[in-house]
């Protein structure tokens, strides 16, 4: 498709401009205007209501189509929290105006739906407290681990080494290495974090492990079921354990990981909670810690007067100090407490067990077409399979998308051959599952009759197969180098 610039038209504007107002050397210093006129298109509103549509049917959205991304909870996002977000009161309102003095009388309701969020969080995670700063899941990462190196400086000792398991997510060790951490990498067993792992590297390393990183259920869509002797054998020499919360979606009102012996978690709200995200936003990873990390959460925290009222306590002297702008992404925190609101306890729980339920189903659908590892265990909300020998996990995602479905992820986890990780949500029905069985099946059973047919997919979408390397390498940033 072209750029707006190939609609434009000399002359023609989508907008009149008031002959009355003023120019812009009436408003700015000389040296600050252009000696030529910026080339911008000139095109009609029809023009541009036409051009940007078209765009928009080019995208791939979770309201078009089914979005199985693992690992990514790419549900369903409910309309009536992005209005009540939209609510003038939060949207009107400026991120800066309760650092002003005074400024926390006039911002009370948001403060007070801040403070609701958190308790609400601590609740779902048997955590003590939550901070909002950090405006992604990455990001909520980076906090989390800083929190744990502030712990272990405030006593005194500089311990260097995190443990992470070789299915982690690939921001845990990015996250971990940024904080001044060295990662040990540790091997799975039977798809789970091995304990005789974890106890090998601490009598390694000593006393210089800092923490483990780790979610539960994991990448592969398993419940860690080690988990106990390993929270015990951490603890031992006071080490921690941070719990990666992009597979929430699998436990909400299931098991709070606080109980579980997490000592610090990031939720990535604008997954679990059912907020749009992907293409670069709107994220935030809300930080949950126990009570041994309270002291050095990010500054300010919103805290509750004996009056009732809400005020920024900024009086953290041990705090990791500022993580995010302003209070974080206060419009995604607004979704996520009216979710959690409209769904209740008994909601979240039920939205969990038809993850887990729709999980287990596309699982057994495709377990005569794909190769699936540790087949003889339930999963939780996603699970991991294997191209069937002979053919390729990208060949399989391409030839999907040619069929309307976005793919799941591929070759991810690492320790899975030829990797796809289907994640259907709750919020996908039976159809909708079917569906997509029957797209993989019939693209397994196409591609061993013409496996060259299935390298040419996709075949019908505006974008094909693009040469990566090509693109990096000699870009195409204008439209006239096209």
């Not at 009107?92 to 002003?100: D, I, N, Y």
């Not at 929190?147 to 400086?153: D, N, V």
């Not at 039977?190 to 990448?219: F, R």
């Not at 610090?264 to 009570?291: D, I, M, Q, R, W």
């Amino acid at each position: 498709m072209k750029t707006i610039f190939a609609a434009s038209v000399p002359g023609r504007t989508a907008c009149r401009v008031a002959s009355d107002a003023p120019g812009a050397a009436a408003m700015l210093p000389a040296g600050l205007l252009r000696r030529t006129p910026p080339r911008l298109p000139e095109c009609s509103e029809l023009d541009v209501v036409r051009h940007f549509t078209r765009l928009s049917q080019m995208n791939y959205s979770v309201d078009a189509n089914f979005y199985p991304l693992g690992s990514c909870t790419m549900k369903y996002n409910p309309k009536f929290t992005e209005y009540v977000a939209a609510l003038p009161g939060f949207i009107r309102l400026h991120p800066l105006v309760a650092q002003l003095e005074g400024g926390t009388d006039v911002t009370q309701g948001a403060l007070h739906c801040l403070y609701e969020t958190e308790q609400l969080l601590c609740e779902l995670t048997g955590m003590r407290a939550f901070t909002f700063q950090p405006m992604a899941g990455a990001n909520g990462e980076f906090t989390g681990v800083s929190l744990i190196a502030a712990y272990h400086r405030a006593k005194g000792r500089q311990r260097q080494i995190m443990l992470i398991p070789d299915a982690a997510h690939g921001t845990n060790p990015a996250s971990a290495s940024l904080a001044g951490f060295t990662v040990c990498n540790l091997e799975s067993r039977d798809g789970m974090v091995d304990p005789d792992a974890v106890a090998n590297a601490l009598q390694q390393h000593g006393d210089n492990v800092a923490g483990l990183m780790m979610t539960c259920p994991n990448t592969l869509g398993l419940m860690e079921t080690h988990l106990p002797r390993i929270v015990e054998a951490l603890h031992a020499v006071d080490a921690l354990l941070y719990y990666d919360g992009a597979n929430m979606n699998a436990i909400m009102g299931k098991l709070r990981v606080g109980d579980a012996g997490f000592d610090v978690v990031h939720l990535n709200v604008h997954k679990t909670f059912g907020t749009p995200h992907g293409g670069g936003g709107p994220g935030a990873g809300p930080v949950g810690v126990s009570e041994r990390l309270l002291p050095f959460l990010p500054a300010p925290r919103v805290v509750r007067r004996q009056d009732g009222s809400f005020a920024l306590n900024y009086d953290l002297p041990q705090s990791v100090g500022h993580i995010g702008p302003f209070y974080g992404s206060f419009g995604v925190v607004i979704k996520a407490l009216a979710y959690m609101l409209r769904l209740g306890g008994d909601g979240l729980a039920r939205a969990s067990e038809y993850a887990v339920l729709n999980a287990n189903y596309l699982k057994k659908r495709l377990e005569d077409v794909l190769e699936i590892p540790f087949r003889q265990r339930h999963c939780a909300h996603e699970f991991v399979a294997s191209a069937p020998e002979g053919l390729r996990a990208l060949d399989i995602a391409k030839a999907l998308l040619e069929r309307g479905i976005h793919a799941p992820t591929i070759y991810f986890p690492l320790i899975v051959h030829e990797c796809l990780m289907p994640e259907p949500t709750e919020t996908e029905s039976k159809e909708t599952l079917d569906a997509f069985v029957d797209a993989v099946r019939d693209i397994v059973l196409s591609g061993r009759a013409e496996p060259e047919k299935l390298h040419e997919e996709p075949r019908h979408l505006p974008v094909r197969r693009l040469d990566e390397t090509a693109a990096a390498r000699h870009m195409v940033l204008t439209e006239d180098m096209a």
